[in-house]
């Protein structure tokens, strides 16, 4: 159990375009969902906080206005990168909060390539 | 803030050596500590986890003791395989200003070889 998937594994876009990232909790239901970016060979950084049926919460640093989170239901949170820039690219990961416990299981991540 | 600190890698080992990670936080309050391991192209996968002091999380072979004295989360494993060549990231959660979210350190990159 405690199974994530997220779609799709990899895209590559032009500059300009927008792209949506799906994350989906497949057999248990996640208020909280989190999404992540991650650098060659460096750590993950938290960019939102994603909760179903309110706003997220976004860290410091990251624009709201580029990268639109919905949480549209328990089990399903989207990333859309708008206005997509080659400094966009990188590894996107979610993760979703299983209820009544403190684990975030992760999904297996999306790398985004915008010529 | 709350922080975790990780040894800096890569770690190479022979197969079947003894593997240790150090890992150490800063935190206010009672965090749960976790491992999480990452193979190439691939997204974090939980690997063990302790929840309060003196707890030990174990799974495939590795082990972690949460040493509150220390501050400590040190990961171990008797007997490497090259199926663990990976990067390892320790992470904390739940501290009193820190409720869901996890903070990790660096990463270590554990090398094993045949």
């Known amino acids: 159990g405690a199974v994530v998937s997220q779609h799709p594994s990899w895209v590559i876009c032009k500059s300009g375009t927008s792209v949506k990232i799906e994350c989906r909790s497949l057999d248990f239901q996640a208020t909280t969902m989190f999404w992540y970016r991650q650098f060659p060979k460096q750590s993950l950084m938290l960019m939102a906080t994603s909760n179903e049926g309110s706003k997220a919460t976004y860290e410091q640093g990251v624009e709201k206005d580029k990268f639109l989170i919905n949480h549209a239901s328990l089990t399903l949170s989207t990333l859309t990168v708008t206005s997509a820039h080659p400094e966009d690219s990188s590894f996107y990961i979610c993760?979703?909060?299983?209820?009544?416990?403190?684990?975030?299981?992760f999904g297996p991540g999306t790398r985004l390539t915008v010529l | 803030g709350d922080s975790v600190t990780q040894m800096e890698g890569p770690v190479t080992l022979s197969e079947e050596a003894f593997l240790t990670i150090n890992c150490t936080y800063t935190a206010t309050g009672y965090p749960s500590l976790f491992w999480y391991v990452q193979y190439p192209g691939e997204g974090l996968q939980l690997l063990l986890k302790a929840t309060k002091a003196d707890d030990k999380g174990s799974n495939k072979g590795f082990e972690a003791t949460y040493r509150k004295e220390t501050t400590s989360f040190h990961l171990e494993k008797g007997s490497v395989q090259v199926s663990d060549s990976a990067v390892y990231f320790c992470a904390l959660s739940g501290s009193s200003f820190n409720t869901d979210k996890l903070i990790f350190g660096t990463g270590t990159r554990l090398q094993v070889f045949p």
């Open positions: 993760s979703a909060l299983r209820g009544g416990t403190d684990t975030q299981y």
